[in-house]
């Protein structure tokens, strides 16, 4: 399968604890992003990189939150001192930047968390 | 700032009938991206179609089809004959101008039914 993985696909944690999750994109893509799916909701963004540099980020994406690609390649997303409102389905997407206007992200199955 | 508004939260429709999920956005760039996006239960989201804002012509992928009315920022998405295996949470989405994230609405549940 040369699709985008991410694991865990589930965590359970309790209040104020760290988490990390990862994502690996499909290999030639260049482009990472993290997205925020809560109940009800639509996905929101939080951050992407462009190879290793994280070149945006959401106002979403508080001080506790913080997202490293360190080879340009797979990506983590930590979140320090865990709150209940931190509880969602966090997805990764990736692209391959061609400098066409527009480059489809391809989506990952997604880590749901749920904080306790 | 983008904004998408998918105000039908569920819908049902037979097997074999034909359904329209409706999208409006609120965009002021000329240039831009709209999509559909599939999300099965317990799956991840796909593609199902997409439409150049600069193309008056409405894109078509096999059952699916859009019908894009950019005057009124409007962007349904039409299903036909429906199969069971089309049951899931649908998207819409806006891309464009400077940003390089997808801006998605809150999603309409659809359920076919046998």
């Known amino acids: 399968d040369t699709g985008v993985s991410q694991d865990p696909r589930h965590k359970i944690t309790k209040r104020g604890q760290n988490v990390t999750f990862r994502c690996d994109p499909i290999?030639?893509?260049?482009?990472l992003y993290w997205y925020r799916q809560t109940l009800g909701q639509g996905p929101e963004f939080l951050t992407y990189?462009?190879?290793?540099?994280?070149?945006?980020k959401s106002r979403l994406l508080s001080d506790r939150f913080s997202a490293e690609r360190p080879k340009g390649s797979f990506s983590t997303l930590e979140i320090q001192r865990t709150e209940q409102g931190d509880s969602a389905m966090y997805l990764c997407?990736?692209?391959?930047?061609?400098?066409?206007?527009?480059?489809?992200?391809?989506f990952g199955p997604g880590t749901r968390l749920t904080v306790l | 700032a983008q904004t998408v508004t998918q105000s039908q939260p569920e819908m049902s429709v037979q097997e074999a009938e034909t359904v329209t999920l409706s999208c409006t956005y609120d965009?002021?760039?000329?240039?831009?991206?709209l999509f559909w996006y599939k999300q099965p239960p317990s799956r991840q989201m796909i593609l199902v179609i997409r439409?150049?804002?600069?193309?008056?012509q409405n894109a078509t992928e096999n059952r699916f089809s859009v019908n894009f009315q950019k005057a009124a920022k409007s962007f349904s998405l039409k299903i036909s004959d429906s199969q069971l295996g089309d049951t899931a949470m649908y998207f819409c989405?806006?891309?464009?101008?400077?940003?390089?994230?997808?801006?998605f609405g809150t999603g309409t549940l659809l359920a076919v039914q046998p």
């Open positions: 965009t002021s760039e000329n240039n831009y991206y």
């Open positions: 439409q150049e804002a600069y193309k008056q």
């Open positions: 989405a806006w891309y464009g101008g400077a940003t390089n994230k997808l801006i």
């Open positions: 997407a990736s692209s391959f930047d061609t400098y066409a206007r527009y480059n489809e992200q391809f």
């Open positions: 290999s030639e893509h260049n482009r």
């Open positions: 990189f462009q190879n290793e540099a994280q070149l945006e």
